[in-house]
């Protein structure tokens, strides 16, 4: 549940404001369109009934989301999204959001502040094939999957 939570901090976080290891990440070459994938492997949960209203409630406030990122070669994006149950209390959710970006340390995805120019850690980014089809997005401290970016064409 608090990863779910955590993406959607995010989303709400952007409304408001390379080598050839396989662990390593070639800026250009991860450049491209993806969707955001938030059926992320479920949190342990102390017992069966806040297993329950957990995915009770992330499934209705996913119901019908859809999540795209664009990252630019030259280090802009925009996040696309698409949230009727969210939008319904925040409806600019749903526009798109311009962003800057940049890795550090090889894997180490960074949003680029506009106002103070400082570089924030985010994800750590870890390639699933080896290529840049299949992404996953960890966690900074824990380095656990948070969710899964697919390359769209």
């Not at 957990?54 to 209705?60: E, G, K, R, W």
């Not at 795209?68 to 798109?96: H, M, R, T």
């Not at 570089?119 to 840049?132: A, D, F, M, S």
């Not at 996953?136 to 769209?152: G, K, V």
């Amino acid at each position: 549940m608090r990863k779910c939570i955590f993406v959607f901090l995010l989303l709400f976080l952007l409304v408001s404001c390379g080598s050839s290891s396989s662990s390593s990440f070639n800026s250009k070459k991860f450049a491209g369109r993806y969707k955001i994938d938030l059926c992320s492997p479920a949190p342990q949960f102390q017992n069966a009934y806040e297993e329950v209203f957990a995915n009770l409630l992330v499934s209705m406030l996913t119901v019908g989301t859809d999540v795209d990122i664009l990252f630019y070669e030259k280090g802009d994006g925009v996040l696309k999204c698409k949230l009727p149950i969210i939008s319904l209390f925040a409806p600019q959710i749903n526009e798109p959001k311009p962003f800057r970006w940049c890795i550090t340390k090889d894997s180490v995805l960074n949003f680029i502040n506009d106002s103070t120019g400082a570089k924030e850690p985010i994800y750590i980014l870890r390639k699933v094939n080896g290529t840049y089809d299949f992404v996953n997005a960890c966690d900074c401290e824990s380095h656990e999957p948070i969710f899964l970016l697919t390359r769209q064409n």
